[in-house]
């Protein structure tokens, strides 16, 4: 069967992507593969023209550099989260190759199943013939109209240093070309195939080119034709990681996953968002945590986003913590029914997201008393969270004061909740519970 669409090539005339795309089409056939089982993904440059070309496969169009990456992804979620199976083949050009060249690197290391066809046409054809890491010395472009002086990258050397599993250099006039593209595909690993091309719109006008003249430009620099990698003792990454992640046997779908053991009662009957703020290294997460902890044990569903600087130890630390008595389909906290704020970063940093003036109609308020002067007179409830408690568990005594003064949970699944948590200061966490649970505003 053929895999090819019975249409125009979308290239120059005489461009080496056709004879790619029809070797291509050869060794899938040969290959006796399920067209609906492939998937062919490319990128940026003329290369990427190629989707069109074969209707009956998947066809995945990314950013330009980013198509081994994408693929590596797919392999790994097929192999991982689904049932396996499909055959993944990467097509790019010497941009795709270069700009995304960790990317390949990366699957080379990892050994993802995975085939990449390096149309290697040793310049940017499709943005004007502009030299590339690729392009060999010598070698005019439209920006080394004198002839490159920088030498190539060589793939070869890059997948060894990889510890790639399959390498192969052809030109894309090799009569063999089709075989060893069935072979890179049948592979059980990552597989490259650098096919050396005529770019017909740039290379062949700047520079003496036909095909013998290409292979002589390849030798001239040291690089060798035909299989050069073949590794047999290298395992692809998704049957390693099977090996130590091996599969459960598969529970309920979630919506239907029973709810987590209630220990304690909750009085919630909607979705509550409460905004956790205070000074980076104060433990405002750990107090977001224990909260979140607490509505599980009271059977609510929970969703905690942590929020810091880069800097991670100055600064505002913030959490959103969402509990609600069904499943939270949408996590975000649009106008809070809480802001508790544990010291000045806090404050600056819930004014500078309005979670003050977003704050939802019944909303509460709880700020350390040092702070109240800041905000509108009878907008919030001002405790001496820092001088009665300590400032790492000032977060965690206004979230105590918090669930007291509502009542939505239990002070003991909080408590519950800091031992479920553990930690050698879990004492200093259940003292600071019981002392906010006291504080009057
Ligand atoms: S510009 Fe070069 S690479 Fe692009 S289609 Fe034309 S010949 Fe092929």
Redesign the pocket.
């Known amino acids: 069967m053929t895999f090819l669409a019975q249409r125009p090539m979308?290239?120059?005339?005489?461009?080496?992507?056709g004879l790619v795309a029809r070797r291509l089409d050869e060794a899938l056939g040969r290959l006796g593969l399920d067209p609906g089982r492939v998937v062919l993904t490319t990128d940026i440059?003329?290369?990427g023209?190629v989707d069109p070309l074969f209707p009956a496969v998947h066809t995945v169009h990314t950013i330009h550099g980013r198509s081994t990456a994408v693929a590596a992804g797919a392999v790994l979620a097929d192999a991982l989260c689904a049932e396996g199976g499909l055959t993944n083949i990467v097509m790019l050009?010497d941009g795709g190759a270069t700009i995304g060249l960790l990317h390949l690197t990366q699957a080379a290391l990892m050994n993802v199943d995975l085939t990449v066809l390096l149309?290697n046409?040793m310049?940017f054809?499709?943005t004007g013939?502009q030299h590339s890491a690729l392009t060999p010395e010598g070698f005019a472009t439209s920006t080394t109209l004198e002839g490159n002086w920088v030498p190539a990258l060589d793939m070869e050397q890059i997948l060894r240093g990889s510890h790639g599993g399959f390498f192969a250099r052809q030109l894309a006039t090799d009569r063999e070309l089709a075989d060893v593209i069935a072979e890179a595909i049948a592979f059980p690993g990552f597989a490259l195939v650098e096919i050396l091309?005529?770019?017909?719109?740039?290379?062949?006008p700047l520079n003496e080119l036909d095909g013998k003249a290409l292979r002589a430009t390849a030798e001239a620099e040291g690089k060798q034709f035909g299989v050069r990698i073949r590794r047999a003792d290298r395992r692809p990454y998704h049957a390693l990681y099977r090996e130590r992640f091996p599969v459960r046997a598969a529970g309920p779908p979630p919506a239907t996953r029973a709810a987590p053991a209630r220990a304690f009662a909750h009085r919630l009957t909607r979705a509550l968002g409460v905004i956790v703020a205070g000074s980076a290294g104060e433990r405002v997460q750990t107090a977001a945590a224990v909260l979140a902890q607490a509505a599980v044990l009271s059977g609510l569903c929970c969703v905690q986003k942590n929020d810091y600087p880069v800097t991670v130890g100055s600064g505002f630390s913030l959490s959103e913590v969402k509990l609600a008595p069904e499943p939270i389909l949408y996590t975000g906290i649009d106008a809070a029914d809480a802001v508790l704020i544990a010291s000045a970063d806090g404050l600056r940093e819930v004014k500078g997201r309005r979670d003050l003036e977003r704050l939802a109609p019944a909303g509460v308020v709880i700020v350390d008393a040092s702070l109240a002067g800041e905000l509108p007179p009878g907008r919030a409830l001002a405790a001496p969270l820092r001088s009665t408690l300590t400032a790492d568990t000032a977060a965690l005594g206004a979230v105590a004061l918090l669930v007291a003064r509502t009542g939505v949970l239990e002070r003991d699944a909080l408590l519950a909740a800091v031992d479920a948590l553990g930690g050698k200061d879990a004492g200093a966490l259940r003292a600071a519970v019981e002392r906010g649970s006291t504080l009057t505003g």
């Open positions: 979308p290239y120059c005339r005489g461009c080496g992507h440059g003329c290369v023209l050009g149309h046409n310049l054809g499709m013939g091309e005529l770019c017909t719109g740039f290379g062949v």
